[in-house]
């Protein structure tokens, strides 16, 4: 029976499928593709796909050096410990905002070691700054950045003093704790990101720390620690958050 122009083959293996779209094909000698793996959360987007927003929360512990002398008395402690957090948003895989908090043991000075007083002040810090984080080198296990950033800080200051007998007078002791307004502090550094799983990582960086503290006696009780410059190291965890939904 002869076919018409219109005819077509509706039974068969031959025949073909009702969805022309779901038509698969096979080259052969290929091996099927398998199905798409989950993405990591810092896996690159698909191309001409919009760029996730990531938001990273951070806790970091470490040291911090100063490298200068407090105005009064006598340096004689350097090296303090570093607790801090940190919350970034990276609108881009390459450039990241955010505030970062740390509480620095700074220094301590004391006077000199025949004296026949004893006068010991701690030096503490603590900074809230607002930094901008750049990301120029990545790698399949995490990436190398750079940041730069300026913020306030404020110190304290805790002094204990010993007096010997003088003039008939006992022997006496005193503490106090002082504390000034909000001063200006400056951070420039690199780091290290290393992912641990899809949200946890690995952070450690390094820098440049810079105070301008008033070195005027602070609430009648001890001397301010001046303009202090330091090295801050510090390693710990982050966790990043997808949320992009939230902003867009």
Do not use: N
């Not at 969805?19 to 000698?29: A, F, H």
């Not at 809230?128 to 304290?156: D, H, K, M, N, Y």
């Not at 502090?185 to 990582?201: D, M, N, P, T, Y």
């Amino acid at each position: 029976m002869p076919l018409s122009a219109t005819s077509q083959c509706v039974e068969g293996p031959g025949a073909p499928p009702a969805d022309p779209s779901k038509v698969t094909r096979v080259v052969p000698g290929a091996v099927p593709p398998a199905d798409a793996p989950v993405e990591a959360v810092d896996s690159a987007d698909p191309p001409g796909a919009p760029a996730r927003v990531l938001l990273e929360l951070g806790a970091l512990a470490g040291a911090s050096v100063r490298f200068d002398d407090a105005p009064a008395l006598v340096t004689t402690r350097r090296l303090g410990l570093v607790l801090g957090g940190s919350a970034f948003v990276a609108p881009s895989r390459s450039l990241a905002l955010g505030l970062t908090y740390a509480h620095a043991g700074l220094s301590a000075s004391e006077t000199a070691p025949l004296s026949a007083d004893v006068i010991v002040v701690d030096y503490a810090a603590h900074t809230l700054i607002g930094e901008i984080r750049v990301t120029p080198v990545r790698f399949a296990w995490g990436s190398i950045f750079a940041a730069v950033g300026g913020g306030l800080a404020w110190q304290t200051a805790s002094l204990r003093a010993t007096f010997v007998p003088l003039g008939g007078l006992p022997a006496s002791s005193l503490s106090c704790s002082a504390s000034s307004g909000a001063e200006f502090a400056f951070r420039a550094g690199v780091g290290l990101k290393a992912r641990f799983s899809r949200a946890v990582s690995l952070l450690v960086d390094a820098g440049f720390v810079g105070y301008r503290f008033e070195d005027d006696v602070l609430d009648d009780c001890a001397p301010g620690a001046g303009t202090a410059q330091t090295v801050m190291v510090r390693a710990g965890l982050t966790y990043d958050v997808d949320v992009t939904r939230l902003v867009r």
